[in-house]
């Protein structure tokens, strides 16, 4: 196994609807060295949480991951996205609505954008209607308050994360056991 100092990590930055229901699962992804909330791609300096919320501020809730690409691919982790959101519903996830719901991929380099461009084609074919995921690249990624990181590992049985982030967890759990993290 590479030691520390060996390996080089990569980031990769998705967006698809609610951040802690994201973040709580690619933090379970063998190879997810770090998966932290914040919002990404919006014109206001330091957005707090009740500013995105009001969609005021342009941001997308996203989730900016750090990965070793030798344990787990650029790819997996787009297809893992797909998984436990919708892609086509255009700025929303079920019952959050509003911009900052959006479903973004936001790229560092052209590498990133042409994997993700074509995974988005690749994938179309297995939604029926259209994808509106955007694809654009990253902007600066402001990470989101303390109190929102690894909020489903620390309030599992609110209301939200029983009806909402759970089935998500728990739907990617089983799919991708082969990749979960005891």
Same mark, same amino acid.
């Given at each position: 196994?590479?030691?520390?100092?060996?390996?080089? *990590?990569?980031?990769?930055?998705? %967006?698809?609807?609610?951040?802690?229901?994201?973040?709580?699962?690619?933090?379970? &992804?063998?190879?997810?060295?770090?998966?932290?909330?914040?919002? &990404?791609? $919006?014109?206001? +300096?330091?957005?707090?949480? =009740?500013?995105?919320?009001?969609?005021?501020? $342009?941001?997308? /809730?996203?989730?900016?991951?750090?990965?070793?690409?030798?344990?787990?691919?650029?790819?997996?982790?787009? +297809?893992?996205?797909?998984?436990?959101?919708?892609?086509?519903?255009?700025?929303?996830?079920?019952?959050?609505?509003?911009?900052?719901?959006?479903?973004?991929?936001?790229?560092?380099?052209? +590498?990133?954008? %042409?994997?993700? /461009?074509?995974?988005?084609?690749?994938?179309?074919?297995?939604?029926? !209607?259209?994808?509106?995921?955007?694809? *654009?690249?990253?902007?600066?990624?402001?990470? %989101?308050?303390?109190?929102?990181?690894?909020?489903? *590992?620390?309030?599992? $049985?609110? $209301?939200?994360?029983? !009806?909402?982030?759970?089935?998500?967890?728990?739907?990617?759990? +089983?799919?991708? =056991?082969?990749?979960?993290?005891?």
């Amino acid at each position: 196994m590479k030691n520390q100092q060996d390996r080089k *990590l990569e980031t990769i930055t998705l %967006a698809g609807g609610c951040f802690w229901c994201i973040e709580a699962v690619y933090n379970r &992804i063998q190879g997810v060295e770090q998966a932290v909330s914040g919002y &990404i791609n $919006g014109h206001t +300096e330091a957005p707090s949480y =009740a500013a995105v919320c009001q969609g005021d501020t $342009g941001h997308a /809730e996203a989730v900016q991951i750090r990965f070793d690409p030798a344990v787990i691919s650029y790819r997996t982790l787009l +297809e893992i996205l797909f998984s436990i959101h919708d892609p086509t519903q255009l700025n929303r996830q079920g019952h959050d609505v509003g911009t900052q719901y959006r479903s973004g991929i936001y790229y560092l380099n052209p +590498e990133q954008q %042409a994997e993700a /461009e074509a995974f988005v084609r690749e994938a179309a074919a297995h939604f029926d !209607a259209p994808i509106v995921t955007e694809i *654009l690249p990253a902007a600066r990624f402001w990470p %989101a308050e303390d109190y929102h990181q690894g909020y489903f *590992l620390q309030n599992p $049985g609110t $209301g939200y994360c029983l !009806a909402v982030v759970a089935p998500k967890f728990f739907k990617a759990r +089983e799919r991708y =056991a082969r990749l979960w993290k005891d």
